[in-house]
């Protein structure tokens, strides 16, 4: 399986930005894709995540009410639309997909496959 994220650049506060990210390599959609990101010195984090199935969503605090997850089924591609940037969501974002059964979209051991990041600036 191979993750292909992209959409990251350089924002303005207040800009707006969004991700994709792409599966491939298996017929059978993911039981669910989320997005972490990792700012320069600091503990990657939990963003968003999606079931694929179900349609349940998982926000962070801290983006709730700005970013807004999604799927294209018919792709097998999940995006992240970003909305009223911060500086402080300056970070590389990755985005990650299982196949395993078991909703808990913040644990990133739940994961099977990552993608390589997308870096995200956002100026103030």
């Known amino acids: 399986v191979q993750l292909q994220a992209s959409g990251g650049g350089l924002v303005p506060a207040g800009g707006s930005l969004r991700l994709s990210c792409a599966a491939s390599?298996?017929?059978?959609?993911?039981?669910?894709m989320g997005w972490f990101r990792q700012a320069p010195g600091k503990e990657r984090e939990s963003v968003a995540a999606?079931?694929?199935?179900?349609?349940?969503?998982y926000y962070a605090d801290s983006v709730k009410g700005r970013f807004t997850i999604s799927t294209d089924n018919a792709k097998n591609t999940v995006f992240l639309q970003m909305n009223s940037l911060k500086p402080e969501d300056t970070a590389v974002y990755y985005c990650?997909?299982?196949?395993?059964?078991?909703?808990?979209?913040?644990?990133?051991?739940?994961?099977?496959?990552w993608g390589r990041g997308t870096l995200v600036t956002v100026s103030s």
């Open positions: 390599g298996r017929t059978a959609s993911a039981y669910a």
């Open positions: 990650a997909a299982t196949w395993r059964a078991g909703w808990g979209p913040h644990e990133s051991n739940r994961y099977e496959y």
């Open positions: 999606i079931n694929w199935a179900g349609g349940l969503t």
